[in-house]
């Protein structure tokens, strides 16, 4: 596991007081109400809260995936800092990019001195929400890729298996296929880049042109295959040639995250990647997405309701209810010593040899409305320590141990640090 603590020059992305509402007949809806975190480079930090917390729809901003209407971005920035390859050690990983194989790209506006494009960091920093809609296509599944939690759901079932991997290469890996195809010209170029025309299309089926197109299409099966050969597929020429329904919910998962890591993203975002699956398939799915990890250094947001999930793979793990987090910190830490009484709640009630048969604990209460909801603790309603002051406004938060934070009352004083 990589430290707990993320210091601003190994960010790969930062969350800042994230706000996204969704209007309705009823009035606003604040599905994600405030939601601050950094991910760090390599680390996997988990996102975790009961359905309908704001989870998803926190994943979904990363990529502008919220539709909008009715959804809005009311407020906030998400800042991504792409990397690229280490030229040192052709990304293998050496001494200058400290065994990542990646560096950060020095921000052009000023040359690494540090400004407010790139928020004082020096590196090449994009606001996800702000940004053009043609640079966030060229980072939709190229340095930000997601895995989603239904793959008979997010794989169309029209198209073959090949069709749907080489889409990736075709939209971010043009020149790389080029210069492995050994071919190049304009109708090479758009070929490789899949926009071509009709009348283009006839073209390439006829000599010298079919040549070319021949070679281009070698080049794309063998990366098609390659990818699905990483993530332990049997006999991946064959099944780059079938339809997602005829495979097993597994396989499908398998093809969903070759996909997502065709291009080797610097963030991997997991939206519940194994919720459909049985726990033999679950467990498989789970270690591979650690190896694949710890080969492509890449940083993974895993969401997921299974607290036993995320205590196995994440190094820190953030807490979310209604709309907001609530505590964050080491994972080893918010298991053993959690500080928020919602944290508290939620391992209580996980089943363990420790708890008398037909006897967990569950929280009382149900989640409050979150139609254009009161100022106050969100938790305040089903906490066992509320406060009068709980209700009159938001809590602050409060750092209880070095890297280990809360919202909560309980902890303002002597018992911790409000940031």
Known sequence: MTSPTVTTAGVVASVADLR?????????????????FDIGEGETLG??????????????????????????????????????????????????????????????????????????SGVETVDLLAVGEHKLRDIRGNRIAMIFQDPSKALNPALTVRQQLAEVYLQHRTDEILELAGVDGRMARRYASDRTGSVERLLLRLPPWSRTRRRIDRVIDDLVARALAETQIPNPLKVMQRYPHELSGGMRQRVMIAQ??????????????????????????????????????????????????????????AVMYAGRIVELGPTDRIFREPAHPYTRGLLGAIPS??????????????????????????????????MPACV??????????????ASCLLHVGDHGRTR
Do not use: M, N, W
């Open 260 to 317: 997502a890591l065709a291009c080797d993203p610097d963030l991997l975002i997991a939206d519940e990647p194994t919720t459909a699956l049985d726990v033999t398939v679950q467990a498989r799915i789970l270690d591979l997405i650690e190896r694949l990890q710890a080969r492509h250094k890449s940083a993974v947001l895993y969401i997921s309701h299974d607290l036993s999930l995320v205590r196995r793979i994440c190094d820190r793990v």
């Open 47 to 120: 996102l975790v809260g009961e359905t309908g917390c704001g989870k998803s729809v926190t994943a979904r901003s990363f990529l502008r995936l919220v539709p909008t209407p009715p959804g809005r971005y009311a407020g906030g920035r998400i800042l991504f800092r792409p990397h690229r390859p280490c030229e040192r050690c052709e990304a293998a990983g050496c001494i200058d990019c400290g065994g990542r194989g990646r560096v950060p790209i020095e921000c052009t506006r000023c040359g690494g001195s540090g400004c407010a494009e790139c928020a004082g």
């Open 353 to 386: 040899r420790l708890h008398p048969r037909g006897r967990l604990q569950a929280i009382e209460g149900t989640v409050p409305e979150l139609i254009d909801p009161l100022p106050g603790c969100r938790f305040a309603g089903r906490c066992k320590h509320v």
């Open 392 to 405: 009159e406004g938001d809590p602050p938060v409060v750092e209880v141990a070095p890297g280990h934070t």
């Open 20 to 36: 996204v509402y969704f209007e309705t007949k009823q009035g606003l809806l604040h599905a994600v109400d405030g939601v601050s």
